[in-house]
């Protein structure tokens, strides 16, 4: 099993830019998020899914959009890239109430 | 408002001392998880408690959630350079709508040094 896979680990984005950053699981978990951790701030999350078609928002959604199309993928969309959105990017899958498995991360950089 | 206290920020120790960290509020939690995190990797589970006064153990690491359910400890015994990284605890908080959403703490940092 790969777990919670990321693409692409590093991303250089000029403000204005949009861009989609990649999320995969291969052990079925229903529940899968989306968090940025910025220094000081730990972890915030900014989107999250029960199930496939179903999404919801987070603590910091603006400014990202998220689908769930399967159980397997949720990917993460930067629609107008924001130096303020320069963070690490983390997305995790769990069972209900479960323990999250995250992914190796997505170091992005607005500028 | 931040749900979750951990205590101390930072800790930096010697190879062999022990350690404990904590992890408080003033909520109740139906459940606790604590994680380590690596530089430059995603946070990975150590346990989970859910217990109140349950106590797991994971090798030199002991975790104990309180009676009240509103705090939880992670002592390290021995503490090795291995042991070194970010420990977050983060809580599933009772009576929430949708308890699958966790509640996170800021971390305590730790440092072994050799």
């Known amino acids: 099993n790969a777990g919670v896979t990321q693409t692409p680990k590093f991303q250089v984005l000029k403000t204005g830019q949009s861009m989609t950053l990649q999320c995969a699981q291969d052990?079925?978990?229903?529940?899968m998020s989306w968090y940025r951790q910025d220094p000081g701030m730990g972890l915030r999350l900014i989107h999250y899914?029960?199930?496939?078609?179903?999404?919801d928002q987070g603590e910091v959604p603006n400014g990202y959009n998220v689908s769930r199309s399967t159980t397997e993928d949720f990917p993460l969309r930067l629609l107008s890239a924001a130096p303020s959105q320069t963070s690490v990017y983390f997305c995790?899958?769990?069972?209900?109430?479960?323990?999250?498995?995250f992914g190796p991360g997505t170091r992005l950089t607005v500028l | 408002t931040q749900l979750l206290e951990q205590s101390p920020q930072f800790l930096s120790i010697q190879e062999g001392e022990n350690l404990t960290v904590y992890c408080n509020s003033s909520?109740?939690?139906?459940?606790l998880q604590w994680y380590r995190q690596e530089p430059g990797e995603g946070p990975v589970l150590l346990v989970t408690?859910?217990?109140g006064g349950e106590v797991k153990k994971l090798k030199r690491l002991t975790f104990q959630f309180g009676d009240a359910r509103k705090d939880s400890s992670l002592h390290i015994t021995a503490a090795q350079p291995g042991d070194t990284g970010l420990y977050l605890c983060?809580?599933?908080?009772?009576?929430?709508?949708?308890?699958?959403?966790?509640?996170w703490g800021l971390g305590t940092s730790l440092a072994v040094n050799p």
């Open positions: 899914s029960v199930g496939a078609g179903i999404t």
């Open positions: 909520s109740v939690f139906s459940s």
């Open positions: 995790a899958s769990s069972y209900w109430a479960g323990g999250h498995f």
């Open positions: 052990m079925n978990h229903e529940y």
């Open positions: 408690v859910v217990t």
């Open positions: 983060a809580g599933h908080y009772k009576n929430a709508g949708n308890n699958r959403k966790l509640i």
